[in-house]
Structures are given as structure tokens and as C-alpha cells.
């Protein structure tokens, strides 16, 4: 009942309103949050009709903006699986009443109408974002290099052009390095596929 009453309580409109790390369990979405696997909430937009929620591992949109019924539809993205690309903001004219935060989650264009009287958290949602979208680039060339690296060093390992004898000589030597080598590739890989971006959000969001 306590969070029925969120929305009058905020003075919400279709215009969504950032809120105050402190009333983040008065909002729905906070229900749907992986508190068991260290999830977190960062941010959270509210507007009449839908909630909108930056965590350190997915962005979650709340959508209850659906004409034939009272439902509600969770959509949750998890970062690793949907970079974000195209971050940027759309200020307000003299006579509007928002600014839309905009962005793409695996090409989905997504556009968030907030509140001008907040542009500056808006401004440091934007820069969150943009840092976690150029992460997102720096991952995928640390990946492609580790790939890349792995790939030459197999090769290295091919020993069909080795006479019979060298290979039946050095089959201990060979497995083990082979598995040194692909127990180093699987390490790296996990340090570079790191899609945990409490640390970016920290940086930017101010909490209260």
C-alpha cells in the first residue's frame, strides 16, 4: 500500500522525477533487484506511468504504460549482454518542462523525459553512461587482442609437421603447457569481462 501511494507522494507526471537513494524502497523496481547476487541500485526515474532503473549489472525499465490493462511488463537488460551505445542528452526549450536522456541498449533506442529542475543529475547520469558505453569498446578490444593472442599461441602447438618420435618424446611437456596456456586464457578473460559497473556509477551518482 505504502508504495501505491509513491507516485502522489512524488507529485509524479508523465515527466519522470529522479529519486533520492533514500526512497528507492518505496519504488516498485526495487522488488526485482538480485540483492542475493550483490545487485545494486544506483538510480532509479519514476514518472506516472513507469520506473526506469540503473543497477550496477542491468538497467531495468518498469513499464506500465499499457492502454488495455493495469498490468505492468519488467524488462531487465544485463549489461553483458546489452552494450550501451549512443548516450547523450536532449536539454529542454525555454518553455518545456524535461530534458530526455537518451541512449541504446543493443541497438533498442531508449528515451527517458526527466525532470529539467534535475539537469544536474542528469548530467551525471550522462556521464555514467557514457563512461560504461566507452567501456564497453575498451572490453571488446582487450578481448579481441586476448583472442587474437590465444589464437597464435595454439598455433604454436600444432604438431603434425613434428616427426612421430619428437611428439612421442614430448607429450607431458606439450599437455601441460597446454593447459597453462588455456588455464591463463580463461583468468584473463574473466578479468577483462568484467560487466560490474558499480565502480563507473559510484564515480558520477551522488547518492543521498
Known sequence: MFKSLASDVFGLSDIGK??????????????????????????????????????????????????????????????????????????????????????????????????????????????ALFTISEKFKEIQRDMTVLQNTHDAVNRMFVLRELPEQVVLSLPDIVNQTTQQVEAAYHSRRIAIQNYDFGYILKRYIKQS
Request: overall charge negative; some cysteine; glycine content about 2%.
Open 18 to 127: 529522479i529519486i533520492d537513494a533514500k526512497d528507492f524502497d518505496k519504488t516498485d523496481v526495487d522488488d526485482y533487484i538480485f540483492q542475493e547476487d550483490n545487485e545494486e541500485i544506483f538510480v532509479v526515474i519514476k514518472s506516472k506511468m513507469d520506473e526506469y532503473c540503473f543497477t550496477n549489472l542491468a538497467f531495468i525499465h518498469l513499464n506500465g504504460n499499457l492502454a488495455i490493462s493495469k498490468k505492468k511488463v519488467l524488462t531487465r537488460y544485463l549489461y553483458k549482454h546489452h552494450p550501451i551505445t549512443d548516450v547523450c542528452i536532449e536539454t529542454a526549450g525555454t518553455v518545456d518542462l524535461d530534458a530526455e536522456l537518451k541512449f541504446s541498449l543493443s541497438g533498442k533506442a531508449i528515451s527517458i523525459d526527466i525532470d529539467k529542475k534535475q539537469i544536474a543529475q542528469i548530467k551525471a547520469i550522462y556521464k
